[in-house]
């Protein structure tokens, strides 16, 4: 009953996502193009934007692939019973994921719309009459 259950909500997320994919493909839009369509960046401003985040992606797949390594590592400490060994690369790994929490709001999906409603206040601050 339990194995039908999750089946179950596995369907439904997958519903719910494939529901998504359908309204992007029927014209709407994907947020940060909305966003940046309604702040009426200039091309200049655009690239600088999407240079600025390519950067950032790559910074944060690079710190996530560390973690990913020095987690291997701990393993490797542990079977060896090398507690100093485990307890510094823990507490590199707790400093790789501080840098990945301490990321600029807007990059993930809970704080988006705070930032468009705060760029767009900013924008219009910023425009001449």
């Given at each position: 009953m339990a194995v039908t259950m999750l089946m179950a909500q596995k369907a439904d997320r997958?519903?719910?996502?494939?529901?998504?994919?359908?309204?992007?493909?029927?014209?709407?839009?994907?947020?940060?193009?909305?966003?940046?369509?309604?702040?009426?960046?200039?091309?200049a401003?655009?690239?600088?934007?999407?240079?600025?985040?390519?950067?950032?992606?790559k910074q944060e797949n690079t710190l996530t692939a560390e973690i990913k390594n020095l987690r291997l590592d701990i393993a490797e400490a542990m079977k060896a019973e090398n507690i100093?060994?485990?307890?510094?690369?823990?507490?590199?790994?707790s400093a790789k994921e501080l840098q990945l929490k301490k990321r600029p709001r807007g990059?993930?999906?809970?704080?988006?719309?705070?930032?468009?409603?705060r760029a767009k206040r900013n924008h219009e601050k910023n425009t001449c009459p």
């Amino acid at each position: 009953m339990a194995v039908t259950m999750l089946m179950a909500q596995k369907a439904d997320r997958a519903m719910k996502h494939d529901h998504g994919k359908m309204q992007m493909q029927q014209g709407g839009m994907h947020p940060m193009a909305a966003c940046m369509e309604e702040l009426k960046l200039t091309d200049a401003q655009k690239m600088k934007f999407h240079e600025a985040r390519a950067a950032f992606q790559k910074q944060e797949n690079t710190l996530t692939a560390e973690i990913k390594n020095l987690r291997l590592d701990i393993a490797e400490a542990m079977k060896a019973e090398n507690i100093k060994r485990v307890k510094e690369l823990n507490q590199q790994i707790s400093a790789k994921e501080l840098q990945l929490k301490k990321r600029p709001r807007g990059y993930d999906g809970r704080s988006h719309e705070r930032t468009h409603q705060r760029a767009k206040r900013n924008h219009e601050k910023n425009t001449c009459p």
